[in-house]
């Protein structure tokens, strides 16, 4: 079966990220979105820009360019115990995240030097981290960020939104998965005219496989899209998660994303499968940081008033728009603010709007 390119979003690009952004960019209606990850075992800060044309869900959008720093060995170790600690100290914690800001507005600053003459169409950068989980007294999962971002603000001049668990942990959410609706918004079939071959998206970046379900939709339904998530046992092999997701979705365009550096039998995913699968660097044509983009996108539903989690897979009583904003310097800060009342949402059904 031959699938048809997705949109303006997938076609492959020989462009540098400065080439792709001073193209789009010449249009006044394209924007940029920026995100930051830090990885879960704290070894490195990945950065990405993408280009977005529309607003809200109905946006589309195109991955520019990414930047990455190393943390120091030092602070790779901070960070780690102050995770693994039962009580961490709180002085040993803000000093960790003054040293880890710095980190992330070194890789903030790459990407505006890739943005170049348009750094100022970046309004804000979404920060994604491991952060500090617990359980509270009646075991309700709880997240304290691992993010300095009145530090990052004042560095880059660009606002910060960050915490984006909390949100949705606070009406009564796990915190996860946030990446369902971003991930729908990146490889879904949102045709405007006929949108009907779902995708089946397998990422084996996780501790254990996670696979979306991302159904066909062009975006004007009232509801948002029914969205499947399952995590993989972890005694499974590549080959056998990507067999049983074809299984159960016959139909569907198949998508896995996998980190290369740490597969330890490359050829156990490309032949042990025996299937039609789309690696996720290849259909955009460059190396991603998934979280990194994933971030960006939850950064942009924020800016354009857009709930990003989905209740029906993190169990909250509600939709909520995600995230803590901290303003940037005040030019960045006005046009911010302008760029958010000039965007009017799709209204909401009572039920989702309380």
Known sequence: MIFPRLRFWSSESTESGPDLIHRSLENRQHRLCAGISVDANFQKVHGCLAVLKGRGKFSRLKYATGASAKLSPSLQQGCREIRQSKTPNTFDLQFLLRDLADAQTLVIEQLKQEAGKYVDRVLAVSVADPGLWFSDFDNQPQYLPMCDPTTIAESTGIAVIDALPKRDLAVGGSGSPLAALPLWMILADRNSKVAETDCVFVDFTKQNP???????????????????????????????????SAQANPQARLFVHVDESELADKSDLVTGANLQFERLDDVIGKTINLEALVAAILGMFHIDQLPGNLPRLTGASSQRILGRLTPGRPSNWRQLIRAMAQYQPAPMKLKDAI
């Open 210 to 244: 996670e696979t979306f379900w991302l159904p066909a939709s062009d975006g004007l339904d009232a509801e948002l899209p029914a969205i499947k998530w399952q995590v993989a046992d972890a005694d499974l092999t590549h080959a056998q998660v990507v067999q049983r």
